[in-house]
């Protein structure tokens, strides 16, 4: 049985400046959506073609909660294999709405363009006006100039050129898309933004069946205590009273959600459909200043701020580093940066995850990402009780096969997230959606009881694949054997090598890889 | 119950779960076009503002609509539009001060909210508590009572 998901893929031939339609039904059936197509068609593209395409997922737009992420990709030729970033914001349900799954961007413009997509009719304007506009002003120009608020962008700020390799996109002005310099991508193209809107909506057949089964997973997130605890203290790190996320001060006052909602909250957002809502607006003196789900860092920058009186220092320090760097790679030459820019000293407090200077959320492949780096090193229980849901006793979480099964789980559950357009935060972090509720959803609105896991195992494997990874890539960095954890339960300890080496094994069996963590098929 | 939406834009998100789940439930639609009820953002500043009938006591776009189009249902005072009798003239929408009513793209007659009988989905799928739904005159006890908050505060702590 096909599944009834009839959306097209628009090419953007930013040299001809024209556009392309193409339906993608057969590829939907495999690959289903999001990182599935994305790699996809990067499989089936020549990698000399500079190509960058992003997609959404099958569940955005629909009203599923927290369905609102999309993705974009690129084969990366310094690393040699495909990469791809995550992104909120209403982009994809925009996307949607104009009737497309898949945008792919082609070709080098000779001058600065914006592209407009209503609907079927894509319309290049010429972008000099915005060339020294940031992300959230481009976005405001965009809506203001087409004289449409529905208007949905992604666009890339002004960065310095220094910085051009690690520039990043924003999402509706404000929510970053943030791994692997994509901002570059759009700057070699001549891409200043891509504004989209659309009049289509999605049909649901069993609409009480799905507003029944939606709003019981409305009331599931609500009312879990994390949530709960996001909401109304504004961040996950706040939830951190061991400070292993290494707060630049441990004085309560200075880094508490009180301070926060008294001092700095200006105003709060949201992704469609999401209960969570973690974007934050965050207003230091009186200066309008920062706004997106990366309220840690903006609340870390004030704690500095009293601690230094650097106020202006940092809004400037807030405005760059959310234009052009990607926080996870270049916090250190950033803040170097900064330092000789403004001729300061900066203490190097926030740098938890020291592995050769490159922590591991950049791993290309997020099969060890922060979550897992907390359960694997045992940084903090709780926090890994968190990650898995699992509620077996301390001494039996962390045996090989429970590791084992606890890093498929998350594998699975997050590469599935990823094709069908799920927030991260309500599937690894705050684990409160489960691929059964993905499932049910899924069954709900499109009619078909489809096997997802095995869509996400394939595309897994499709990854593995493509980016020729093998046991070597999954080793851990030595630093994380030799030099012990600094914070949590594992304080003064270090990973056991033997220990990783074995879950690694069972794992690759679980995967149906072969021992040196190939797949297969 | 009769009842208004009341809303609290402070609280307002710019989720989109009451435009989608209204569009769903009214015309089994994932449309934010199809929403009886939509939010005005002004991105740049975070402020966000959720517009929907308010159920006038002397509604003008009831007295405007040449075709008689514009009624109220007794049971729950809503008002409504009658889309046998609507001709898509839009005369409520310029009527209306808040522009409350729209165009649904499918039927291309106005639209407006109709308390879902009584018991509005919007505001259940509401997790921010920016829309809720209540007698008219809770509206102004709960403005009177959130105002009187900071002066609690100020004299008691």
Redesign the interface.
């Known amino acids: 049985m096909s599944l009834p998901l009839k959306w097209s893929r628009l090419i953007l031939d930013m040299k001809e400046k024209k556009s392309y339609i193409e339906n993608i039904e057969n590829e939907v059936q495999e690959y289903i959506g999001g990182k599935g197509l994305n790699l996809y068609y990067l499989n089936h593209v020549s990698m000399d073609e500079d190509i960058a395409v992003i997609s959404t997922g099958p569940l955005v737009?629909?009203?599923f909660?927290c369905a609102s992420f999309s993705y974009i990709s690129k084969y990366d030729k310094k690393l040699g294999y495909p990469v791809t970033s995550c992104f909120g914001g209403?982009f994809g349900?925009s996307m949607k709405?104009a009737g497309f799954v898949q945008i792919v961007l082609k070709g080098k413009s000779k001058g600065l363009l914006y592209v407009f997509v209503d609907n079927e009719k894509v319309s290049f304007h010429e972008a000099s006006a915005l060339k020294d506009k940031n992300a959230?002003?481009t976005?405001?120009y965009i809506r203001e100039e087409l004289d449409d608020?529905?208007i949905e962008t992604i666009s890339i700020g002004n960065p310095p050129v220094d910085f051009l390799d690690h520039a990043i996109l924003f999402s509706?002005?404000?929510w970053p898309i943030n791994r692997f310099g994509f901002g570059k991508d759009f700057i070699e193209k001549g891409l200043k933004a891509i504004g989209i809107r659309g009049?289509?909506?999605?049909?649901?057949?069993a609409?009480d069946k799905?507003?029944g089964y939606?709003?019981n997973l409305?009331r599931k997130?609500?009312e879990d205590n994390i949530v709960k605890t996001i909401?109304n203290k504004g961040s996950l790190a706040f939830l951190d009273k061991k400070n292993v996320y290494g707060f630049p001060s441990n004085i309560p006052e200075e880094i508490s959600g009180k301070t926060y909602l008294k001092f700095f909250e200006?105003?709060?957002?949201?992704?469609?459909?999401?209960?969570i809502?973690c974007?934050k607006?965050t207003n230091i003196n009186g200066i309008?200043s920062s706004?997106g789900p990366l309220f840690e860092e903006v609340l870390f920058l004030a704690a500095h701020m009293k601690e230094k009186k650097l106020d202006t220092i940092l809004m400037e320090a807030i405005r760059m580093r959310r234009e052009c760097i990607d926080p996870f790679i270049l916090f250190t030459e950033y803040r170097d940066a900064i330092a000789k820019i403004h001729n300061i000293e900066i203490e190097e407090r926030y740098n938890t995850f020291k592995v050769k200077g490159m922590p591991l959320s950049f791993d290309p492949r997020r099969l060890i990402d922060l979550s897992l780096y907390c359960a694997f090193t045992i940084q903090d229980y709780d926090y890994f009780q968190l990650c898995i849901g699992m509620d077996a006793p301390q001494e039996d979480a962390f045996n090989k096969e429970n590791r084992a099964t606890s890093l498929k789980k998350i594998l699975i559950i997050k590469t599935l997230s990823d094709m069908l357009g799920i927030c991260p935060l309500p599937i690894s972090r705050v684990p409160v959606i489960t691929v059964e509720d993905l499932k049910e959803g899924f069954k709900i609105l499109f009619g078909d009881e489809v096997a997802l896991e095995v869509k996400a195992k394939g595309l897994v494997d499709m990854e593995r694949k493509m980016g020729h990874f093998s046991k070597m890539d999954d080793m851990l960095d030595d630093t994380l054997y030799e030099v012990p954890t600094e914070y949590g339960d594992m304080a003064g300890k270090y990973l056991d090598r033997s220990m990783w080496e074995d879950t690694l094994n069972r794992f690759y069996e679980m995967m149906e890889w072969d021992s040196q963590g190939r797949p297969q098929r | 119950m009769e009842g208004i939406i009341a809303v609290n834009p402070e609280?307002c998100?710019?989720?989109?779960?009451c435009e989608?789940?209204c569009?769903?439930?009214h015309?089994?639609?994932?449309?934010?076009?199809?929403s009886r009820i939509r939010v005005?953002?002004w991105?740049?500043?975070?402020?966000?503002f959720p517009v929907v009938c308010q159920n006038c006591d002397k509604p003008a776009c009831i007295e405007i609509c040449p075709t008689k189009a514009r009624i109220r249902i007794e049971s729950t005072g809503a008002v409504v539009t009658d889309i046998d009798v609507c001709v898509g003239c839009k005369s409520c929408i310029y009527a209306c001060p808040f522009a409350a009513p729209s165009i649904n793209?499918d039927t291309k007659k106005t639209m407006t909210c109709d308390l879902c009988g009584g018991d509005p989905?919007c505001v259940?799928?509401c997790?921010?508590n920016a829309i809720s739904f209540v007698p008219s005159y809770k509206v102004a006890v709960n403005k009177k009572r959130a105002h009187s908050e900071v002066l609690k505060k100020a004299l008691k702590g």
């Open positions: 737009g629909t009203g909660p209403g349900l709405m959230l002003l976005d405001t608020r529905d509706s002005g404000n009049d289509k909506g999605f049909n649901i057949e609409k799905f507003l939606i709003s409305f997130i609500s909401k200006a105003g709060r957002e949201a992704c469609p459909s999401c209960p809502g974007g607006f309008a706004s | 609280k998100t710019n989720c989109k779960a989608i789940t569009s769903i439930y015309d089994g639609k994932a449309s934010i076009h199809n005005q953002a991105k740049d500043v975070g402020a966000y793209p989905v259940k799928f997790k921010y």
